[in-house]
Each structure stands twice: as structure tokens, then as C-alpha cells.
């Protein structure tokens, strides 16, 4: 039984509809119909279930922190609930949060509510998802560990048992009190993001050497244990509803408790200065009067989210530049409209944004950017540039006679760098 403040997202659920855009979700809904209901009222969710999830948005406040908001007037709701419900009823926060907030902000207002002792009458675990979106349905069900933060063991054993019916992977469960779950969660991500700056770093030392390939190198550092392949794909800086707070809340709360935040600042600072090292690599390919083409709007393949998307960033600066810009996304055409405005003009596929443009960016790797061949790229008196982000199309457009290609992260032509180099190993 879910629960939303959203009349329109409940009459979907019940109507067999998926609310948001997400790869399976509509086959799953429509696959669990007869088991799946939504209502706006807590206290028919509250009385006709074991188990309350709250999973409601933390917005970021202007200081780096999260605001739980939302996720106490949830709290205070179930709470209210509670009151009238005998059994016991084991409470999960799932929204991510700072260190303490279960403790000090949703357990006195479950408590205050309820007019119940959490530990006795209910039960409360903060138990945070690890999602991407693209591929919720199968980081759900398949996550590489379950976590859980508990108020007392019977919580946590009541919640743990529940994920053994859950999972399709049989994931470990990793237990521990409150408040270093909430820490777990954030640094998981943080770390995460710091991964993927170091490769972007050594993209960017790639591209100055020339014979060096950011993607041979990150495959020998993956081979390390200590390191491993994932997240260090050198291309364009994270983006999204998570990455990016994420780094910044852990900055917030090592200063909030005198700790260091260099490192995590370094990290959001790198992070934004990668846009401005993109936009100057493409405005370094123009000339008077070339038409840019955008492939790739949302902050990574599959969603329709554009949540600090650098593909995006990108088409807005070039079209305040006063460039003409195309753009193409295979999902996340609607939401880029409503940034975008018309300072661009918008394609109805990749094919047709390539025939529009003299310079074609890569910002996502894109399954039906994947695709593309030689082919598809038109032949011209002046090649067409192609600035390939992720270089998926490197096999593709390499030794293409009639393209211009450009792999972010691989050096071809001498740079000062090289020289400076050169001179120093004499």
C-alpha cells in the first residue's frame, strides 16, 4: 500500500499507471495490480500494514545540510496513526538524512504522536536504498548490501527478515545503530563521487599525452582489488538529485563538527569546474557560423531526470553564447523544454540532430547513441566534429575519412604539456 500527499500519483498507482518514468516500472505495476493500492490517507496504511517505509524528498538547505521537513510531517502522521494500533509496527526511514536526524527529529515526533515508547510499542530503523535511476527496479532487488540502522535489535531482526523475501540476490545485511547508518549512507556516495573526479582527472592528464587512453589506464587500476573497475569511466561530472548534495552534506557535516572538508570540497569544486573545461574544448572547434548539436540532455542514460545534468549546463551556455544549438535526449526532451526555453532547437531523434549540426557533443553513452555508425554521419566539404564525452563511438569513428572525431580523454596531438615534458626528461 503506498501513500502520497499527491492525489494525482495515487489515482495513477490505482489506475495501473506509473507515475515517473523509470525502465520497468510500468511492466511491474501492471504485473502486481491485484497487490499494489495507493491512498492518501496514512492511518488505512498505517492500521493495514507491519511496516511503514518513509521515502520523501530531503531537500538541500543553503548551508550543505538536509532538511527533514517532509519526512517528520511523515513521521508525525504515522505517529498519529499509531495511536489508534495495538500491534506492534516497526517504522524505516529510507530518505537520505545527516547524522542524528533519525534520533533527534523522526523518533520524538513518532513518540510524541503516538504517545508510545519506540523499542516497546514500535519499532524504528533508518534503511537507506543504494539507486540509480535508470535502474532502480534492479538495484532494488538486487543491492549490493542491505542497510540498516536500528533503535533495538527487534527492529532491526523485524526489517532484516523482511529484505530475506525481498531481495532476488541474497545481499548481506550490515547492522548498526542510527546514527552510523545515516553516516554510511552519505560517505558511500561521497566516496563514489570522489572515484569518479579521479578519473575525470586523469582524463583530463590523458588528453595532453598523446598515445595515452583514459579508458587503458582506468582497466589496469581496476584490476586492483583495493581500487576496482566501477565509477572510474573518465567523461563528463556526476550529476543528478544525489551525487552532487550528497558530497556537499558531508563537507557541511565534518565542518559542523570541526572535522576536515578539503577533500570533499575539492571534489564538488572539480566536479563544477569540468563544465567549464568542456564548454572551452568545444568553443575551441568552432568557427563562425557552425551549428552545435547536443546528444544527451538527462545527467545519464535511461532517465528523464536533467538534476545538475552537464549535457544540459552544456546546450544552456552555448546558447547564451549566442551559438545555434540543437539538442536530442531519447527521454528527457519535456524537462529540458521547460529550462531551455526557445534558445535551442529541439530534434526528434539523434539522426536528425547530427544532420543539423557541424559540431556533434556526446553527453551520455546513451544506448541509441551507441548505436550510431559511420553512416549515419553525413559526408560534407567541411567534416563533421564529433566530441565524443564517453568514447563509445571510438571503434565507429576512428578512421572515419568524412568525420572529425574527438575522444574526451585521449591524447592525439602534441600539447604544450608534452613539450614542457619532453624538455624536463632531457
Known sequence: MGVDVNSSTVDAINEGRAPVVEPQLQELIAACRPRLHATTDFGQAVLGSDISFIIVPTPSDKSGG???????????????????KQDYHLVALTSTVLPGSTEYGILPALEEESGKKCGRDFGLCYNPEFIALGSVIHDLLNPDFVLIGESDERAGAMLEQWYQGYCDNHPP???????NAELAKISVNTFVTMKITFANLLAAICEELPGADVDTVSAALGLDSRIGRRY?????????????????ALAHMAQTVGAPTGLAESTDRMNQA?????????????????????????????????????GLALAQ???????VVAVYDPLAMDNARSV???????????MECIRNSDVVVITTPAEEFHAL??????RRQNKIIVLDCWRILASALRDCAWVDYCALGVGS?????????????R
Open 340 to 350: 531551455l526555453k526557445d534558445r535551442v532547437q529541439y530534434m526528434n531523434s539523434g
Open 173 to 179: 545485511v550490515a547492522r548498526m545503530n542510527l546514527v
Open 232 to 248: 572510474l569511466t573518465g567523461g563528463l561530472g556526476y550529476g543528478g538529485p544525489c551525487f552532487p548534495r550528497d558530497n556537499q
Open 66 to 84: 538536509f532538511s527533514i521537513r517532509y519526512a517528520e510531517q511523515a513521521a508525525r502522521e504515522i505517529g498519529r496513526a499509531l495511536r489508534h
Open 373 to 378: 555508425e559511420a553512416g549515419d554521419f553525413p
Open 413 to 425: 596531438k602534441p600539447s604544450q604539456a608534452t613539450r614542457a615534458l619532453a624538455r624536463a626528461a
Open 274 to 310: 569540468l563544465l567549464a573545461r568542456q564548454l572551452e574544448r568545444v568553443h575551441a572547434l568552432l568557427r563562425p557560423g557552425m551549428r552545435v548539436g547536443i546528444l544527451g540532455l538527462a545527467y545519464k542514460p535511461n532517465t528523464n531526470v536533467i538534476e545538475d545534468s552537464q
Open 317 to 323: 551556455s552555448l546558447s547564451e553564447n549566442g551559438n
